[in-house]
């Protein structure tokens, strides 16, 4: 049996980021996921915000323009209500680039990626890792997405209130000369609870819907065919190889329970998703380096009161109002309320509403670890 510190399950920007923390505070680290390339599974749009790009390195390289237009279009897709930022607000990134680099500089910290390599359960002692030895690991990090089985097998919180995703991503025709923008259509009958998009920031379109699983006629997949075929508002015509992408996005905000003796879980295992924007790359960047600090103290002390500085409960707080938009947002189930909702945007407080949610820094608090209570929340507008 082979003996590490921590075992990160799941090879995603979450398990990547919080390895590279811990054996940066030279933990042995040790990370497995069960696709055989990081390039394969993707299911993120990709989209960063400021915020992420103002408080993170992020390699420049392989992120697109910057994206300054919202529009926000009702289910007739006429006078759609428009924002526009002084600041670049958004730029979609190359993920599987991302997600080397990732790799890459976890493993220069001296963490062990395993590719092709599955969590199979625990084993006394440790974990068992299918098609290889079982691993004795002092602590264990659920990385493993929004429906974690380390979660289930911590005795944690698991998410339970889904949003169900898919979209089209393929490069644009080069010399179509749109300006980056950022479509929104807030429809019910192709996004139930949520909306259809369209990034183009003018390298890559990406063509989305996401919405409750239980009120979509037909599946997100045919309802995804329907969106492309009726043209969304700033749809380019495809040009080159056509990627489809899709998976489950929980949006019932970061879970209570998330760690024990034996694990804690990160990113999309718990719930680091924004309950309203269903954003969650920022919020797991964020909660990783919590996370990693927790860990990093908890083995070092033995003490299990560090573990309460990784509290669910009081990061959920924060969420109060976007756990309750949220809700409404999801009540939205007809088209005539759906154009109504995006009329109202248009007005002097409606549009600074929908610009604070969108150009806001409050998507997800800051965290930092503190010496002595639980975490130390920061949060911004929003």
């Known amino acids: 049996m082979r003996r590490v510190d921590v075992l990160v399950v799941g090879a995603g920007l979450?398990?990547?980021?919080?390895?590279?923390?811990?054996?940066?505070?030279?933990?042995?680290?040790?990370?497995?996921?069960?696709?055989?390339?990081?390039?394969?599974?993707?299911?993120?749009?990709?989209?960063?915000?400021?915020?992420?790009?103002?408080?993170?390195?992020?390699?420049?390289?392989?992120?697109?323009p910057g994206i300054r237009d919202v529009?926000?279009?009702?289910?007739?897709?006429?006078?759609?209500?428009?924002?526009t930022s002084e600041r670049d607000e958004f730029r979609v990134a190359d993920m599987a680039g991302v997600y080397a680099y990732a790799r890459r500089a976890a493993e220069t910290a001296g963490a062990r990626v395993e590719l092709g390599v599955r969590y199979a359960g625990p084993a006394a002692g440790g974990a068992r890792?299918?098609?290889t030895e079982p691993v004795a690991a002092r602590f264990v990090v659920g990385a493993d997405g929004a429906r974690s089985r380390v979660a289930r097998d911590l005795g944690l919180d698991v998410n339970r209130r889904f949003l169900a995703g898919a979209e089209l991503v393929h490069p644009v025709a080069p010399g179509a000369g749109r300006a980056p923008a950022f479509h929104c259509v807030l429809d019910p009958r192709i996004a139930p609870g949520y909306l259809g998009w369209v990034v183009d920031d003018g390298r890559e379109a990406h063509v989305?819907?996401?919405?409750?699983?239980?009120?979509?006629?037909?599946?997100?997949?045919?309802?995804?065919?329907?969106?492309?075929?009726?043209?969304?508002?700033?749809?380019?015509?495809?040009a080159g190889p056509v990627a489809r992408r899709g998976g489950p996005i929980p949006v019932g905000g970061v879970l209570r329970r998330l760690a024990c003796p034996?694990?804690?879980?990160?990113?999309?295992?718990?719930?680091?998703?924004s309950p309203l924007t269903a954003g969650g790359l920022d919020p797991c960047l964020r909660l990783s380096e919590l996370a990693a600090a927790v860990v990093a103290e908890y083995l070092r002390t033995g003490d299990?009161?560090?573990?309460?500085?990784?509290?669910?409960?009081?990061?959920?707080?924060?969420?109060?109002?976007?756990?309750?938009?949220?809700?409404?947002?999801?009540?939205?189930?007809?088209?005539?309320?759906?154009?109504?909702?995006?009329?109202?945007?248009?007005?002097?407080a409606g549009r600074a509403v929908a610009a604070r949610v969108l150009f806001g820094d409050g998507s997800f608090p800051d965290?930092?670890?503190?010496?002595?209570?639980?975490?130390?929340?920061?949060?911004?507008?929003?």
């Open 367 to 382: 965290v930092r670890p503190d010496a002595v209570g639980g975490p130390v929340t920061r949060s911004r507008s929003g």
């Open 71 to 83: 529009l926000l279009y009702p289910p007739s897709r006429r006078s759609p209500v428009r924002l």
């Open 14 to 64: 979450a398990g990547l980021h919080t390895a590279r923390l811990l054996a940066g505070r030279g933990l042995d680290v040790l990370v497995v996921d069960r696709r055989r390339s990081l390039a394969t599974g993707i299911r993120t749009t990709g989209i960063f915000v400021r915020r992420t790009l103002d408080d993170f390195d992020l390699p420049g390289h392989l992120l697109g």
């Open 208 to 238: 989305g819907v996401a919405g409750y699983p239980g009120a979509m006629r037909g599946g997100v997949r045919r309802l995804l065919d329907a969106f492309v075929a009726a043209g969304p508002p700033g749809h380019p015509a495809p």
């Open 304 to 348: 299990e009161r560090v573990l309460r500085r990784y509290d669910g409960g009081a990061l959920r707080a924060r969420f109060r109002g976007r756990l309750l938009s949220r809700r409404a947002f999801a009540g939205i189930r007809s088209p005539a309320v759906a154009e109504a909702a995006v009329a109202a945007l248009r007005g002097r």
């Open 129 to 131: 890792l299918a098609g």
């Open 262 to 273: 034996a694990g804690l879980l990160v990113g999309d295992a718990a719930g680091a998703v």
